[in-house]
């Protein structure tokens, strides 16, 4: 790496892997670039303050890791599906018609998957080892099956394809961190793994359901024994803003930690140290960018940064 990398003190830039492209986010907005078929990056930015900016109250602890939640949920479906269509060549606004339905879908199988599947297996354990001890095992389940579905996606072309995408957005955020121009040979020698990244932040939220799913009585809604999983579902829906809103606090403490070292305090470290086995997870979801990968993050960020103010200038192969 080159010794002119001077760190500078950024804005943070948040973004996201999308179909043959990135999506980036920062302050003012929303842009996404993507590799279309002729080869050319297309570029869209959609001006958008943060939930929390519009809506003070949404800044306060807890409440601001739901949102943030919601948020990144609704506007990454958005740009997933913007994505999908202008790199097969498609008009984006016919593609969003059936992407309600794929929305539903996905949703009901993320709930059978990592919800009703560690419910059921908690179902099956002893009630003589303790509600702590099986909401333990229950989601070492979730984490177990949450693995097993990711390294199954990643046996696809195009979901490989993605995770490079995603490292590509690391890797030039992480570029743009360090004060290096946004060069994909710059680009290239940062690592993929980045502790701000979602995949982080879904490690902490096993961590975080495993205290407060605990707190879940065994026996709910008077349903026979074999049946009690199809009550302990909805239950940890209703918790999982509380869990999101944990797990935001303790990404956030844990960021404090990385920039300040021992100044940070003892909670901050701690926090730091529940968060490292999500860098650990990132190996799964992310892989080290080619340059015609990088070339799009590149694109994707300068946008985002260019904010409301002249666009950068697509690179064209």
């Excluded at 199988?109 to 908690?122: D, T």
């Excluded at 690592?191 to 975080?208: E, K, Q, W, Y």
């Amino acid at each position: 790496m080159s010794s002119n990398a001077t760190p500078i003190v950024v804005d943070p830039i948040g973004g996201q892997a999308v179909m043959e492209g990135v999506m980036m986010r920062s302050s003012d907005g929303v842009s996404v670039a993507v590799r279309a078929p002729d080869g050319n990056i297309v570029i869209r930015y959609l001006e958008m303050k943060p939930w929390r900016e519009r809506y003070p109250i949404l800044k306060l602890p807890l409440l601001r890791g739901v949102a943030t939640l919601f948020e990144s949920l609704i506007v990454g479906w958005k740009m997933l599906s913007e994505s999908a269509a202008i790199s097969v060549g498609e008009d984006p606004d016919k593609e969003q018609e059936g992407m309600g339905l794929a929305m539903a879908l996905g949703l009901l199988l993320a709930i059978g998957l990592f919800m009703a599947l560690p419910a059921f297996f908690y179902n099956l354990l002893p009630r003589e080892w303790g509600t702590v001890a099986n909401s333990g095992l229950e989601g070492l389940a979730r984490l177990v099956i949450f693995i097993g579905y990711i390294s199954a996606l990643s046996l696809s072309k195009d979901v490989s394809r993605l995770f490079e995408y995603h490292g590509a957005e690391h890797q030039v955020i992480k570029c743009h961190e360090a004060g290096l121009p946004l060069e994909p040979a710059n680009a290239r020698n940062f690592s993929p793994l980045h502790p701000r990244c979602g995949t982080s932040f879904i490690m902490v939220t096993f961590v975080v359901g495993i205290i407060l799913f605990s707190f879940i009585p065994r026996d709910l809604a008077g349903l026979p024994e074999a049946w009690q999983f199809l009550a302990r579902v909805p239950a940890k829906l209703a918790l999982l803003p509380l869990v999101a809103g944990f797990s935001y606090e303790l990404i956030r403490l844990a960021g404090k930690a990385g920039r300040e070292g021992q100044e940070a305090g003892l909670g901050a470290r701690l926090a730091l140290f529940l968060t490292t086995p999500g860098l650990w997870l990132q190996r799964l979801t992310t892989r080290p960018a080619r340059d015609e990968m990088l070339e799009v993050a590149i694109a994707s960020l300068k946008r985002a940064l260019a904010g409301n103010g002249p666009q950068a200038e697509p690179i064209v192969p």
